[in-house]
C-alpha cells in the first residue's frame, strides 16, 4: 500500500440494495444509448454485486441479430472496461440475449413474450421484467400499447416501463402521451426517466435542506432575495442536429431538468421519505410556479444561438453552420427566463433559469441569494457588502459553498466576503456513479422516487405553455439572439436581471 | 410488518404421502402463480431456546420459531436466575443448556414453519420447507403441507403463490426422513438452506441438506468459535455461496469505519496503521475477528502469528501481529469486556481502536464504540498527542428474517468476495484450541 488513491475501506459497501431477480428489456438495443450508458451501467452494477445471479438483459431492436452478435457488439463497446475485469464481464455475458423485435408489429411482441417465458425458465428471473424503452419518442405511446396488448404489463408488481425523454413537445401532448401509457399500466409501473436527477448533487438538494436544521429557517421569501439556476455547456450540437432543431434549448434542458432542480430547490419539505410524498410535493410547487409575465412572456424570457467564435487556432462554427442544421434556423441553444412561484415560501422571490450551449464553461449550480442585513454597520472592502449566497454546485467540482462577510484583517472594521466550502472530492473522494446506473437500479428496484409523475410532468410544460406558444405563432416576439460561441449568452439575458438590479453569478 | 399464517390450516399427512398432495397442488391451480419460478427455502428451525422458555413456564405460546420481544425479555430474565455471567447473550446455546436443566413440562402449539415472516414470503419462496426438531428426541416424524400468500399489503394478490412444508419430530425421526426432503426442491430453482440453529448441532444433518451449489444462510456467533470458522472456510473453498448472518450484522461497523477515512486527507494513514484493538461481549470471539480481517485484507496486511492473552476473568483475548506491505509491523488485540446488558447474539462488538502513525505527522487514533456500551477501556490513556476521530456505530435493527429476506429479494450464486477473504484470516487469527 504504497499510495492509497481510493478508500480500500469502501469497497463493497454499496450493497444495500439489491436488484430483485428480473429480466431488463431494453427496445432500441442497437443504438447509441444502449452502449454507451445502459449497458455499462448495468455492467456496473454486476460489477457491485448489486445484481442478483438471476439476471437477464434481453436487447430488443429491429436488425436481425442473435444473442452472440449482440454481445460481441457489447463486448466490442465496453473493451476498456471489459480489460480491466474481464471475469465479471464473461459472467455478466451469460445474461445477455437478444431478440429482434419490433415495437409496431404485434407478432413480434408476443414472439417477445414467449422469449421472456423461456430467459424466466433459463435465468429464473422470477416472471419480474423491466421494459426500457430507448426508441424515438414516436413509439412511447404505440411501444406501451403494444407491450399491454400481448400481456407483458398486467402484473404491476412484476412489470414496469421506463420511458426516456422528452416526454411529450408540449403540455397537450404530454398530456395525450400521459393518457396512453396511463391507460396500459399503473402510475407506480411507468417511470419517466430524467437523468439529472440521477446525479448525487441533485439529490443532495433533498438531503441539505431536510437533514439540517440550519438551513431550512432561512429557506423563504424572509430572507432569500433570488434563486438562479444554471445549466452551462461548451459543447455544441454535436451530432444531435436532427433532434435538436426540433426541440431547442427550452425543451431540451429547461422544461425537464432545469424545471427538477427547481422543484427540488423550492418544494416543501415531504412528511416522510418516500417517493409518493416527495413527488407530491415536487408537483404541488410546480403547479405554483409561473412565468413571471404570463401576458407578455417576451418580456421575461430571452432566447439565443450561438454564432461563430473561439479563436484563429481553433475556430468555432456557429450553430447555423453546423452539420444538419438548418442554415436559417430560428432554433434557440440559449434560454434565460424568470419565474415566480406563488406559495406562502416563496412568493416575490424571482427565480432565474439559464441554459446554453457554447459558454464558456461546463457547469450546473444553484445560486440562493440571501436578502442584504438590514443595516450596513461595516465599511465593506468591496464598496458595498456582498449579500450571503448558498451556492450548490451540481457539476463539476460537485459540492456546496456559503458566501460570507467576515472582518478583513487590519486596525479597521472593514467587511470582506470569504467563501466556506463542501466538496464531494475532498470529503469523499469517490467518483459517484453515474446516473444512469443510480436510476437503473430505481427501476429495477421499483422505486420511482427519482422519476416524474404524470403531474409533474404536465405541470412542468404547461409552466412553459405561453413561451411554447409565442415561440409557435409569433416568433418574431422572442426572436434568437445571437451570442458569440464561448461567452455567456447574448446581452439580452443579463438586461433581465440587470432590470432587476442584479446579475448573473459569473462561476 | 408482521408475521403471517398460511393461507389455510396446513394438512397433517403421512410423509410419503406429501410428494404427490403437492403434485397435485401444483398440477391444480398454482403452475401460474408467481411462486412457480421463485427458489425453495430450507430452513432449520431448532428454537431451542424458545422451546425451553415455554416449557419451564417462562414463555407463554404458541411456537412460532420467531425470536419475538417477549422471548427476548423472557430470556434475559433466566440469565441472573439461572447463575450465568451478566454477560451471557440471549442466543447463547449455554442459556439454552440451562434451560435445558431445568423442570417443566408446559406445551404451546408449535407452528413452526407455518409462521411465516411477511418479509421473506414477499417474496414469495416457490417452496417452504422447515425441520422443527423438537425437545423430545423420541417423537415420532408429522410431516405438514400448505398452500400459502403473502396479504394482498406484502405484494400477494390473495390466491396461493407456493406451499409450505413442515416436518416435526425428534432429531433422529428427522434424520430417518430426510430422503423425501430432496425430491422436494425444484432441482431447476434456486434453493437457500438457512441452519438457524448452532453450527455445533447435527453436521451431518447440515452437510445432508445444503450441499452446493445450495446457498447457505449460517450465522457464526452461533457454535463453537473453532467450529463456526473452519465450516465458512471450507465451504467458500469448495465455491459455495455461504451467507453469515454474523458477517452481515458488521455492516454499520465496515460502514463506519470506511466513513472515517473517505476524505482523501485522512487516506494515507491506512497506510501507517500501527495497531488496532477490538473489544467484544463475552467470549465469542469471531465477529471481532472477521472485522479485524476484513480490515488486515482490505489494507494488504500478511499476518505473522497469532497467540492467547490472558486476560482478567473473561476468558482469553487474542494477540496477533500483521506485517504491512511497507514491512512495519501492526500490532492486534481482541479483549473480550463484561457488559452489563448483553445484546442477542454471542460476542456482539464493543468498541474498536486504529492506530495510525504517519511520517512526519501527529498519530491518527480512530475509536468506534458501540451504541449501548461505552468503550472505556480503548478511550484510556496515551492519546492525548493523537488527533482523534471518534463515532458512535449505529445497531443495526433488523430481525433475523429481515437480514434473510434481504438476501432472498436478490441472492448470488457465489460468496461475497469480501467476506470470501476475510474468512481465512480470521480461521488463522482464532488460536489453536489448547
Known amino acids: ?507 | 410488518m408482521s408475521a403471517q399464517l398460511t393461507l389455510q390450516a396446513p394438512t397433517a399427512l403421512p410423509p410419503r404421502e406429501v410428494p404427490s398432495y403437492l403434485e397435485r397442488l401444483w398440477g391444480e391451480g398454482l403452475q401460474h402463480s408467481t411462486g412457480a419460478a421463485t427458489f425453495t427455502l430450507v430452513v432449520y428451525e431448532a428454537s431451542w431456546l424458545q422451546q425451553q422458555l415455554i416449557r419451564t413456564g417462562r414463555a407463554s405460546g404458541p411456537l412460532t420459531g420467531l425470536l419475538e420481544d417477549d422471548l427476548i425479555a423472557a430470556a434475559k430474565l433466566a440469565v441472573p436466575e439461572l447463575g450465568l455471567p451478566l454477560s451471557t447473550a440471549v442466543m447463547d446455546q449455554r442459556l439454552a443448556w440451562q434451560l435445558g436443566q431445568q423442570p417443566g413440562a408446559a406445551a404451546a402449539e408449535d407452528q413452526r414453519g407455518q409462521f411465516v415472516d411477511a418479509a421473506i414470503s414477499a417474496h414469495m419462496p416457490r417452496r417452504l420447507i422447515t425441520l422443527a426438531p423438537t425437545l423430545n428426541h423420541a417423537q415420532p416424524l408429522e410431516t405438514l403441507v400448505a398452500a400459502y400468500c403473502p396479504l394482498p399489503e406484502e405484494g400477494g394478490g390473495g390466491a396461493a403463490c407456493g406451499d409450505v412444508v413442515v416436518l416435526r419430530g425428534g432429531r433422529q425421526a428427522l434424520r430417518d426422513n430426510l430422503a423425501m426432503v430432496q425430491p422436494l426442491i425444484a432441482a431447476d430453482l434456486p434453493c437457500w438452506v438457512w441452519w438457524n440453529s448452532s453450527l455445533d448441532e447435527a453436521p451431518d444433518l447440515l452437510e445432508a441438506l445444503a450441499p452446493a451449489p445450495r446457498r447457505l444462510v449460517v450465522d457464526s456467533s452461533l457454535g463453537q468459535p473453532r467450529r463456526c470458522i473452519d465450516l465458512l472456510v471450507e465451504r467458500i473453498a469448495a465455491g459455495q455461496a455461504v451467507n453469515d448472518l454474523n458477517w452481515l450484522r458488521l455492516r454499520t461497523w465496515r460502514e463506519s469505519l470506511a466513513m472515517v477515512f473517505d476524505p482523501p486527507a485522512r487516506r494515507d494513514a491506512l497506510a501507517s496503521v500501527v495497531q488496532l484493538d477490538i473489544d467484544v461481549e463475552g467470549d465469542h470471539p469471531l465477529k471481532g475477528l472477521l472485522l479485524a480481517a476484513w480490515i488486515a485484507d482490505r489494507l494488504g496486511w500478511q499476518l505473522q502469528e497469532s497467540y492467547p492473552v490472558e486476560t482478567d476473568g473473561m476468558g482469553p483475548g487474542i494477540g496477533a501481529s500483521f506485517q504491512r506491505s511497507d514491512g512495519q509491523a501492526v500490532q492486534f488485540r481482541l479483549m473480550p469486556v463484561p457488559v452489563g446488558s448483553p445484546k442477542i447474539h454471542p460476542g456482539a462488538l464493543v468498541g474498536l481502536r486504529l492506530i495510525c502513525a504517519p511520517a512526519g505527522r501527529p498519530p491518527l487514533c480512530v475509536i468506534l464504540c458501540s451504541e449501548s456500551g461505552g468503550c472505556m477501556r480503548l478511550e484510556a490513556g496515551g492519546m492525548a498527542s493523537m488527533e482523534l476521530a471518534e463515532d458512535v456505530v449505529p445497531l443495526p435493527n433488523e430481525s433475523e428474517e429481515k437480514e434473510l429476506a434481504r438476501l432472498l429479494s436478490g441472492g448470488h450464486d457465489t460468496t461475497n468476495p469480501l467476506l470470501a477473504a476475510a474468512a481465512p484470516i480470521a480461521a488463522r487469527l482464532l488460536p489453536p484450541q489448547p
Open chain 1, 1 to 507: 500500500m504504497d499510495a492509497v488513491l481510493t478508500n480500500p475501506l469502501r469497497v463493497g459497501l454499496r450493497q444495500e440494495r439489491v436488484i430483485p431477480p428480473q429480466c431488463i428489456v431494453i427496445f432500441g438495443a442497437s443504438g447509441d444509448l444502449t452502449h454507451r450508458k445502459l449497458i455499462p451501467a448495468l455492467f456496473e452494477l454486476h460489477r457491485q454485486r448489486r445484481l442478483p445471479s438471476e439476471f437477464g438483459v434481453l436487447g430488443c431492436a429491429r436488425r436481425p441479430w442473435s444473442d452472440a452478435d449482440f454481445r460481441s457488439r457489447m463486448e466490442e463497446a465496453l473493451a476498456d472496461t471489459i480489460a480491466s475485469d474481464p471475469q465479471a464481464w464473461e459472467c455478466f455475458a451469460a445474461g445477455l440475449f437478444y431478440e429482434p423485435a419490433d415495437l409496431s408489429d404485434p407478432a413480434s411482441i408476443v414472439r417477445l413474450g414467449q422469449r421472456l417465458d423461456s430467459i424466466d425458465r433459463l435465468r429464473a428471473t422470477r416472471g419480474n421484467r423491466t421494459f426500457y424503452l430507448s426508441v424515438s419518442p414516436t413509439f412511447y405511446g404505440s411501444g406501451t400499447r403494444a407491450l399491454a396488448a400481448a400481456g407483458l404489463l398486467a402484473d404491476s408488481e412484476r412489470s414496469r416501463v421506463v420511458i426516456e425523454k422528452p416526454f411529450g413537445t408540449d403540455y397537450a401532448s404530454a398530456q395525450t402521451l400521459n393518457k396512453v401509457v396511463q391507460s396500459c399500466a399503473k402510475e407506480n409501473q411507468i417511470f419517466r426517466i430524467d437523468h439529472y436527477l440521477g446525479k448525487e448533487t441533485v439529490q443532495n438538494i433533498l438531503v441539505l435542506r431536510f437533514a439540517n436544521t440550519i438551513f431550512e429557517p432561512v429557506w423563504n421569501r424572509n430572507y432569500i432575495a433570488n434563486v438562479q439556476i444554471t445549466a452551462a455547456e461548451t459543447v455544441g450540437v454535436e451530432e444531435r442536429a436532427g433532434y435538436y432543431e426540433s426541440s431547442g434549448a427550452l425543451r431540451d434542458m429547461v422544461q425537464n431538468h432545469l424545471t427538477q432542480i427547481l422543484a427540488l430547490t423550492a418544494m416543501e419539505p415531504p412528511g416522510r421519505f418516500d417517493a409518493e410524498a416527495i413527488r407530491n410535493e415536487k408537483a404541488k410547487v410546480l403547479q405554483a410556479a409561473r412565468l413571471a409575465n404570463e401576458s407578455e412572456p417576451w418580456k421575461c424570457c430571452v432566447r439565443g444561438q450561438y454564432g461563430a467564435g473561439g479563436s484563429s487556432v481553433s475556430p468555432i462554427p456557429g450553430y447555423r453552420q453546423e452539420p444538419g442544421v438548418d442554415p436559417n434556423s430560428t432554433t434557440e441553444t440559449y434560454v434565460a427566463t424568470k419565474l415566480f412561484i406563488d406559495n406562502w415560501r416563496w412568493q416575490g422571490v424571482p427565480f432565474y433559469v439559464r441554459t446554453g450551449k457554447r459558454l464558456p464553461k461546463r457547469l450546473s449550480e444553484v445560486v440562493l441569494t440571501f436578502r442584504e442585513a438590514p443595516v450596513h454597520l461595516f465599511d465593506a472592502a468591496g464598496g458595498a457588502p456582498t449579500p450571503n449566497q448558498l451556492i450548490l454546485r451540481i457539476q463539476p467540482d460537485e459540492g456546496a459553498n456559503i458566501r460570507f462577510e467576515v472582518k478583513a484583517p487590519g486596525s479597521g472594521m472593514r467587511s470582506r466576503p470569504v467563501d466556506m466550502a463542501f466538496s464531494y472530492d475532498e470529503s469523499f473522494g469517490e467518483p459517484s456513479d453515474e446516473g444512469y446506473v443510480r436510476l437503473l437500479a430505481d427501476a429495477m428496484l421499483g422505486d420511482p422516487t427519482l422519476f416524474t409523475r404524470s403531474d409533474e410532468v404536465e405541470a412542468a410544460w404547461r409552466l412553459y405553455t405561453p413561451l411554447l406558444e409565442l415561440i409557435e405563432d409569433a416568433p418574431w416576439q422572442l426572436p434568437v439572439q445571437p451570442y458569440e460561441a464561448r461567452t455567456w449568452g447574448p446581452a439580452a439575458a443579463d438586461s433581465l436581471l440587470a432590470d432587476d438590479g442584479l446579475v448573473w453569478r459569473r462561476p
